[in-house]
């Protein structure tokens, strides 16, 4: 069942929604390590192969990274010779449809939705989806990702070409 | 088509670029190679259920991979015979007693055979009704499994499917003797990744010992970072790490691991990731063995020195980590590869994980290791099609390998012959004249008429038909003679290393 979203104040819904639009642009920008920083220190990124699958570890997914996972693709990707990322590429997210699903004082469940173009070489490919993020809340109160969940609409097609960057 | 003379286009120690680049030779492969050899169509688990289907392509041609009532799994072209419209339209599913028609409601039981024919009377007087086989489902010519791994044959005739997969079948057995029970069941989830190059780049890179340290550098070197610091600062670090920061390793440790090449164009490439550990979960898998199958049996199955088998043209299994990559090449510049994994049946959870982490880290569509692998057959594929030159070099260590009983072993694991052996094996498939179209006949009968349709005399033999002929299950048992239907004409030598590589031939008379 997809829940209503909550009636939350005006402030926290622009919280959130200037969390995600930060975390695309980062994205965009190649800032890894600041893209990084978004999430809390047990923070999990996580691609499933399909919907039905809750977990993100046990079973088959896209990406399954936790942050030292994380750290290797970004020492990957910064290195010289990593060769799939030498042609032009550049990435243009957009994200919209937030929803705040459930919010405590510490946690909060978000959902949105995403369109990624990726150009790489002389192509552009599509990527859409939605997210759905678990928030906590850090010791100086900043919301940080413990978890945020990518289902791409076309995970299940083959795909053309991999995924390299994090969506 | 099949006039097109190429063997000038192999020789013992260089390819011509044109078979990876050229639509002809591309179509030659797949009447020759892909339509009449065994061809992998999934695992039996993958159709657990009567009713249920699995599509599959089979060379050019649309296939259904179905379970029956018995608990047979046959497999059909996915083709109405009134209009010729697909009969199923989605990749998986369950057709329930019988597959229908979308466009005039012909049915047909799981087996292919007709069912019912709407307001039948109207082919009174014509040659389409039911007691005509054309009325039904087109089978494969033969179905046969090993171990649960399910393959089909276009063609009536040629080696049986033990036979084909010779010395490769190791890559079930090592799979499946690592469940207490000998058995595996698929993971139901298949990463698809379409390659823009052809088929034969990712064959001969599975066996490519040179290019890890070279190709995966940037992951290899991040990986190990990360696992060093681990290791210092908790005392160990989980495999998985590991089995990134390993294709870092130097020239002369990749030099180290042999590859064995077979005849067909299989071949191995031995151990080297170090999957024992003696942590507790690898110890209660292998206690778990050697209650299933005794000490010295777990002991050698355990103990295989096996990192990828591959069953040419189209196969890669990674069986200690019980994982496959199938081929389904598209055009000369396109292939699809499906990644399937599999549970070991009765083996502790922990060891599912611990592949599970490769699937994920190495296949998965988010790759950081076959990413960098598809950028090389992108940009290999393009520098092909070029003029910069014709010829693509397998000189390594060319002469410098050891041949024994028809098995060429590489003294060094960076020697190509691993490349002069496939090409070989491809080189006796497409000269192979062919005697007649693949399964002209054979695929298409009626068990219930009793009738068997006759097969065209064979040059300088006699009836050739047998009993089972056209039945899946009962012709795959039935061994006939390897490449019967092929007129035998001795390969140019592709010399040195992979002059006893190639597939075995039998002389047709």
Redesign the interface.
């Known amino acids: 069942m997809l829940a209503p979203a909550l009636k939350v104040g005006h402030e926290l819904q622009q919280e959130v929604e200037q969390l995600l639009y930060r975390q695309a642009e980062l994205l965009d920008a190649k800032q890894w390590q600041a893209w990084m920083d978004l999430f809390d220190v047990q923070g999990v990124y996580w691609?499933p192969?399909?919907p039905e699958q809750t977990e993100w570890?046990?079973?088959?997914?896209?990406?399954?990274e936790d942050k030292?996972m994380m750290?290797?693709?970004?020492?990957?990707?910064k290195?010289?010779?990593?060769?799939?990322q030498?042609?032009m590429w550049e990435t243009n997210h957009l994200v919209s449809h937030v929803a705040i699903e459930a919010a405590d004082n510490q946690t909060m469940q978000v959902r949105s939705r995403f369109h990624m173009m990726e150009l790489r070489r002389d192509s552009v490919r599509h990527f859409g989806g939605s997210y759905r993020h678990s928030l906590v809340r850090d010791a100086s109160g900043a919301l940080r990702i413990r978890l945020q969940r990518v289902d791409l609409l076309n995970g299940q097609?083959?795909?053309?070409?991999?995924?390299?960057i994090w969506v | 088509m099949h006039s097109m003379n190429t063997s000038a286009l192999v020789e013992p120690d260089r390819v011509h670029k044109t078979v990876y680049t050229d639509q002809q030779i591309f179509d030659m492969e797949m009447v020759k190679i892909w339509e009449r050899t065994w061809v992998y169509c999934g695992h039996e688990s993958q159709v657990p259920k009567p009713g249920d289907y699995y599509a599959v392509t089979i060379g050019r041609q649309p296939m259904i991979m179905v379970r029956q009532k018995d608990g047979s799994v046959r497999v059909l072209y996915n083709r109405c015979p009134h209009r010729g419209v697909q009969l199923v339209g989605n990749q998986k599913g369950n057709t329930g007693s019988a597959f229908v028609c979308s466009y005039h409601a012909w049915s047909f039981h799981l087996d292919g055979n007709v069912r019912a024919i709407p307001l039948a009377n109207g082919y009174e007087g014509t040659r389409m009704n039911r007691d005509n086989p054309d009325c039904s489902m087109k089978r494969a010519a033969r179905v046969d499994s090993y171990r649960g791994f399910v393959f089909a044959s276009l063609c009536a005739e040629g080696p049986d499917l033990k036979e084909f997969l010779g010395e490769a079948r190791i890559a079930f057995d090592d799979m499946c003797d690592r469940s207490p029970v000998g058995e595996v069941e698929v993971?139901p989830?298949c990463?698809?990744?379409?390659q823009?190059s052809n088929w034969k780049f990712f064959m001969e890179n599975q066996l490519d010992s040179l290019h890890p340290s070279v190709?995966h550098?940037?992951?290899g070197?991040?990986?190990g970072?990360?696992e060093k610091r681990?290791k210092a600062e908790q005392g160990s670090a989980p495999l998985y790490?590991h089995y990134?920061s390993t294709f870092a390793s130097s020239f002369e440790q990749w030099d180290a691991v042999q590859t064995i090449n077979f005849p067909h164009g299989h071949g191995i490439l031995k151990a080297y990731m170090g999957l024992r550990p003696r942590d507790p979960d690898t110890l209660e898998h292998e206690a778990l063995l050697k209650t299933a199958y005794g000490e010295e049996k777990a002991e050698e199955y355990l103990s295989r020195s096996i990192h990828h088998v591959l069953v040419y043209p189209y196969l890669s299994v990674q069986s200690p980590l019980q994982q496959l990559r199938c081929l389904r090449p598209v055009g000369p510049d396109k292939t699809?590869s499906e990644i399937w994994?599999f549970r070991l049946k009765g083996a502790p959870?922990a060891i599912y994980?611990r592949s599970?982490w490769y699937?994920?880290l190495v296949n998965?569509?988010?790759?950081?290791i076959?990413?960098?692998d598809?950028?090389?057959w992108?940009k290999g594929q393009w520098g092909l099609q070029s003029n910069g030159g014709d010829w693509v070099s397998f000189h390594r260590h060319f002469g410098d390998d050891r041949v024994e009983g028809g098995v060429t072993y590489s003294n060094h694991g960076t020697s190509e012959a691993v490349m002069r052996n496939q090409f070989s094996a491809w080189s006796t498939y497409m000269q192979a004249e062919l005697s007649r179209e693949p399964d002209h006949e054979q695929g298409r009968h009626h068990p219930e008429r009793g009738t068997r349709l006759r097969k065209p005399a064979r040059p300088g033999g006699g009836d050739r038909s047998h009993p089972g002929r056209g039945h899946p299950h009962r012709c795959a048992t039935h061994r006939t003679r390897p490449f019967a239907t092929y007129t035998t004409r001795r390969r140019r030598a592709c010399a040195g290393a992979g002059a006893q590589g190639g597939p075995r031939i039998a002389t047709g008379g």
């Open positions: 691609m192969v399909q570890q046990g079973s088959p997914s896209i990406f399954a030292l750290e290797i693709r970004m020492g990957r990707v290195h010289p010779n990593a060769w799939s030498a042609p097609a083959p795909f053309d070409y991999v995924l390299q | 993971v989830i990463h698809r990744v379409m823009h190709t550098q940037s992951t070197i991040s990986a970072r990360v681990l790490y990134l699809l994994h959870e994980r599970l699937y994920n998965s569509p988010a790759t950081m076959n990413a960098d598809l950028e090389n992108t």
